[in-house]
């Protein structure tokens, strides 16, 4: 069977497919993140730019120059938005931690590639305005999961003296990904998101960190134990490419699926939030 056979790609990538109690999880999403929407110190809906959906929403630290987490929801880069992953922010913010949680514009309206631009905005934006927040500006972790592991990828491989003279070159200086995605080709060949993607061959190999040169900074990819081979091979795929050095560590999560491996990005006990504590320098942890 070929690596690219539409069917087999459907059933190793269509995770509401695999996972039929999706909805109730997404509800469970919601509710946790308008509690923490209403329990927690918050500025909502902050303008990055002047694009579709250019905004933010900005969790406070409760001391001053704490470091900082910016989380990049999922969705396939076409559907979900940040209001539904509040719940991310206090567990972070309890921590020390400033959080930021930027919206975009989704396909089919724009393309992958325009979002990623509009996370570059964002990261400009935080960047700028994270000292006013009670965050320190040098001190940025991306983190992700599904399209946002794969921003988180693209973010910390960016190139930013060329966005703006003044920006540090190691603007992120490291990057979570939680069922991250670092190979578009295959996406370029699964039905379900063949239309809304409009993936060429051209931007597929363009849009893919693994075909990245590696970066500076680390990038820690984790993923769902129980999530599809594909899945589990597009987290390998990143530390093969970037190496051992880059990439320290490349875990799977265990007992989790693609919906609640969220779960143990949040919770104190899981080593999954122990290992963003420790990218944000909030925690030592051991890597290996």
């Known amino acids: ?22 909805p109730a999880i997404f509800e469970r999403w919601a509710r946790a993140s308008t509690l923490a929407r209403e329990a927690s ?13 250019e905004t933010l929403d900005v969790f406070p630290p409760p001391r001053q120059s704490a470091p900082v ?5 999922g969705g396939w880069w076409r559907s979900l938005d ?22 975009c ?61 003044d920006l540090p070159p190691r603007l992120v200086r490291a990057a979570l990904a939680v069922s991250g995605l670092f190979e578009l080709e295959p996406l370029r060949h ?20 693994a075909l990245f040169a590696p970066p500076e900074g680390t990038l820690l990819a984790t993923v769902g134990a129980l999530e599809s081979e594909e899945f589990l091979r597009q987290s390998r795929s990143i530390r093969d ?4 050095r880059r990439v ?14 969220p779960d143990a990005l949040v919770d104190p006990r899981a080593r999954l939030h122990r290992l963003a504590l420790h990218l944000l320098g909030l925690l030592p942890v051991p890597l290996a």
């Open 1 to 22: 069977m070929s690596r690219f056979d539409p069917g087999w790609l459907e059933v190793q990538y269509n995770n509401r497919a695999r996972v039929p109690e999706h």
């Open 41 to 53: 110190p918050c500025h909502l809906d902050l303008a990055y730019g002047d694009g579709p959906n």
């Open 69 to 73: 987490l910016v989380f990049i929801h």
């Open 82 to 103: 940040k209001r539904d992953h509040s719940f991310v922010a206090p567990a972070f913010a309890r921590a020390g931690a400033l959080v930021l949680l930027p919206n």
């Open 105 to 165: 514009a989704l396909c089919p309206a724009v393309t992958i590639q325009t979002i990623a631009l509009q996370m570059v905005r964002a990261l400009d934006w935080v960047h700028r305005h994270a000292g006013r927040y009670g965050g320190d500006p040098q001190r940025i972790v991306v983190a992700g999961h599904l399209a946002g592991g794969h921003l988180a990828a693209m973010l910390l491989g960016g190139r930013w003296s060329e966005v703006a003279r």
């Open 190 to 209: 699964t039905p379900f998101l063949q239309a809304d993607l409009r993936l060429t061959r051209t931007s597929a190999r363009r849009l893919s960190p």
């Open 241 to 244: 490419a970037w190496g051992a």
């Open 248 to 261: 320290p560590v490349c875990e799977t999560i265990p007992g989790t699926h693609h919906f609640d491996v």
